[in-house]
């Protein structure tokens, strides 16, 4: 006979084990990130410098004709230019680079352009004084220019400061461009060819197979 088990003792106690969750991936991003946070190779200075000029030959330009009111445009032309066309200034357009939101892997927008270009739109603001002081916006602009140049040739990624703040990378067009074919992205993935190699493998073997005639 089997003994009944007694109402009044304890359920022995069990115990899960103990499951250690991995730790979170890194996706820090800005000057002292190095590599780690974008897929993207460091630009080239050279056109990122030529682009910059050709932006501010455009507020140079609306400062001439229109003086306040352009200076103003201008102004907010610099502020927001990098958003014109997908992550793309006039310059940048016209040099082949383009401005990068790195989480999102997309064209810098409106407002990472606003934050990574205030200290250029302050130019812009400098040329609605007097012609007299354009000696002084001029020095400005080189010093902007000299100082933008030493953080994008010291920081592995060519980052200054406006991109670490807006989360953004300047690259070449034709590098993004390449890695979305191969990604597939915008509804045009690549075909290798591997999906149809089957049935042509079993077109050819069908045309090779003898014919069995039957007796």
């Not at 800005?30 to 455009?58: F, I, N």
């Not at 407002?111 to 400098?126: C, D, E, H, K, T």
């Amino acid at each position: 006979m089997k003994s009944e088990p007694d109402p009044g003792a304890r359920a022995p106690v069990q115990i899960a084990p103990l499951r250690l969750s991995p730790a979170p991936e890194s996706n820090s991003y800005g000057p002292s990130s190095g590599q780690q946070g974008s897929p993207y190779p460091k630009c080239e200075l050279l056109p990122r410098m030529l682009a910059r000029v050709l932006d501010l030959l455009v507020l140079g330009a609306m400062t001439a004709l229109v003086h306040r009111a352009g200076a103003a445009a201008g102004a907010v032309y610099l502020l927001l230019a990098d958003g014109l066309f997908r992550g793309q200034s006039l310059g940048k357009r016209l040099l082949g680079i383009k401005v990068i939101h790195v989480p999102t892997r997309k064209g810098a927008g409106a407002r990472q352009s606003a934050i990574r270009n205030f200290p250029m739109a302050v130019l812009g603001l400098l040329a609605m004084g007097p012609a007299s002081h354009w000696g002084l916006l001029a020095a400005a602009s080189l010093a902007v220019l000299g100082y933008e140049a030493a953080r994008s040739l010291l920081d592995p990624l060519g980052l200054r400061i406006g991109d670490a703040l807006a989360h953004t990378q300047v690259v070449d067009a034709k590098v993004v461009a390449g890695s979305h074919a191969l990604a597939g992205v915008g509804g045009h993935a690549p075909h290798s060819g591997m999906e149809r190699m089957p049935r042509r493998v079993s077109r050819r073997a069908a045309a090779r197979k003898p014919l069995v005639s039957s007796r």
